[in-house]
C-alpha cells in the first residue's frame, strides 16, 4: 500500500502527488519504491484533503520538528489542497512546515503564487540542479524546455520575500565539483542558503 505520510531522516513527511513536470535523471523515484517508513511512494491515487488530515492524526505530528511536502512528484503541483492542508497543520499543531520544490510553480500557474506561501510556509528548498539552462534542460527535462531554469531563478528571488528560510540545493552524484560551485555562487548570489544533498 502505497504511504501519503512517512518518516524520513527525522522529519514527518506528506506525499501528495506523484505528477512533476521536470523528468530528472537521478530523481529517486528511479531508483527505488520507497524512502524512510514508506514502502512505496508510488500512489494508486492522489489523496484527498481528508484523507491527508487522516493520516496526519495517526502520528504523533508534535514529536516532530517540522512537516515536510516532499514525495514521488512535485508537491506545488497541488498547490491549493498544500495550501489547505498546511493551514491545518499550522492550526492544530503550530508546526514549521517545508516544501522541497523544484520551483516551476510560477510557470505552471502562469502568476506569481509565492505571495500564498506568505505565514504558512516557514522554509523552501528549490531543487538548482544545475549551472545553467543548457546543462539543466539536459539533466531535469522540464516540460517548459529551457525557460524553465530562468523561472526556477525568478522563483527563488520571489519566494524569499515571504517565506523566512530559502535553500538551494544539487545532488552530489549528478554534478561535477565546477558546477556544484557555479550553483553556490548563484545561490550566494540570490542571497539564499546552499546544500548538497
Known sequence: MSSVVYEYGGGLYINLTNKCPCACEFCIKNYTDGLGT????LLDYEPTIEE???????????SYGEVVFCGYGEPTERLDDLLDIARWIKVNYRKKIR?????LANLRYGCDITPKLSGLIDAVNVSMNEADAEKYTDLCHPEFGPAAYDAMLDFITRV?????KVTCSVV???LPKESIDICAEKAAELGVGFRVR
Open 38 to 41: 514508506a514502502d512505496t511512494l
Open 160 to 164: 524569499k520575500k515571504y517565506v523566512p
Open 99 to 103: 516544501i522541497n520544490t523544484i520551483g
Open 172 to 174: 552530489s552524484g549528478s
Open 52 to 62: 491527508v488530515v487522516n493520516e496526519l492524526e495517526n502520528w504523533n505530528v508534535a
